[in-house]
């Protein structure tokens, strides 16, 4: 049986601090996934789905898929601007 270690709830993060976490989860994931135990793989997976779930409720326009990744886009072979030069604002959360 395992035990779940809580970080702080991935809605009580500050936008900035949800960006930083999820980036340092993904600069860890290859040593965590190549040389971690099992257990460890498990929470850095449960974590990270955890904070990329709060990060598309946020945040729905930069993590809509790029144009040119979609079948449809692809075919059209037409330059579409991208949406995610500047980070959005968070959509849940009041500006602070």
């Known amino acids: 049986m ?6 702080v709830s991935p809605s009580e993060l500050e936008d900035d601090d949800l960006r930083q976490e999820l980036e340092q989860l993904y600069q860890t994931r290859e040593d965590t996934f190549l040389n971690g135990s099992e257990q460890a793989l498990e929470e850095h997976t449960h974590r990270m789905f955890e904070l990329e779930k709060e990060y598309l409720e946020r945040f729905p326009r930069e993590t809509r898929p790029a144009a040119q990744r979609t079948r449809e886009g692809a075919r059209s072979h037409e330059t579409v601007p991208g949406t995610k030069s500047k980070p959005q604002e968070s959509t849940t959360r009041p500006n602070a």
Do not use: A, Y
């Open 2 to 7: 395992s035990t779940r270690t809580q970080g």
